[in-house]
């Protein structure tokens, strides 16, 4: 009933793309806090919560919105698009699951290095994960190239995991 702080900007760009799912009566709250992508849960539905954690060393960087999902497995997903920092920048859009204390090492949906191009169509530097699951274990998820380096378009990807898969249900209809 009232609003908690769960980061403040400390410098820098601050506490950004804030995202919030409850699995297995945990709340995980997930932003970014330049450069990096921070956690914290809570077991009590949002009255306390852990001190913030580093999810990943090596990804660094604040590109867009970050997305939670859940498949039938209860298994939680998350995406996001950040890079690792070497020679080039491998950027990418990321996926890990949470592994009942910790996030896997994320495995890239895509990944390369950037590319700027003002001119057409070739800017690669994934940015806004959007995720869902469907049918219980249809993984999708959109994205965008970073619009600071002429996004050029939405892209989108898919994946069935290992869950049962629900049965199809058709739409209601309304009867003329």
Do not use: C
Request: charged share 15%; hydrophobic share 35%.
């Amino acid at each position: 009933d009232q609003p908690t702080t769960l980061a403040t900007a400390a410098g820098g760009l601050g506490a950004m793309t804030p995202t919030i799912i409850e699995h297995q009566n945990v709340v995980f709250s997930v932003y970014n806090m330049t450069p990096k992508l921070m956690m914290r849960r809570s077991t009590d539905y949002g009255v306390t919560w852990t001190d913030p954690v580093q999810i990943f060393e090596r990804h660094v960087g604040v590109n867009g919105t970050l997305s939670l999902t859940s498949d039938t497995n209860k298994t939680l997903h998350l995406f996001f698009g950040q890079r690792i920092t070497g020679n080039p920048d491998i950027h990418g859009m990321w996926h890990s699951t949470w592994l009942g204390g910790r996030w896997s090492e994320p495995d890239p949906v895509v990944s390369g290095p950037q590319v700027s191009d003002f001119e057409t169509d070739t800017a690669f530097d994934p940015y806004d994960a959007r995720a869902i699951v469907s049918q219980g274990n249809a993984i999708l998820v959109t994205w965008r190239s970073d619009p600071g380096n002429k996004g050029n378009g939405v892209w989108y990807s898919y994946a069935t995991v290992d869950a049962p898969e629900l049965p199809l249900e058709a739409l209601p209809r309304v009867m003329p």
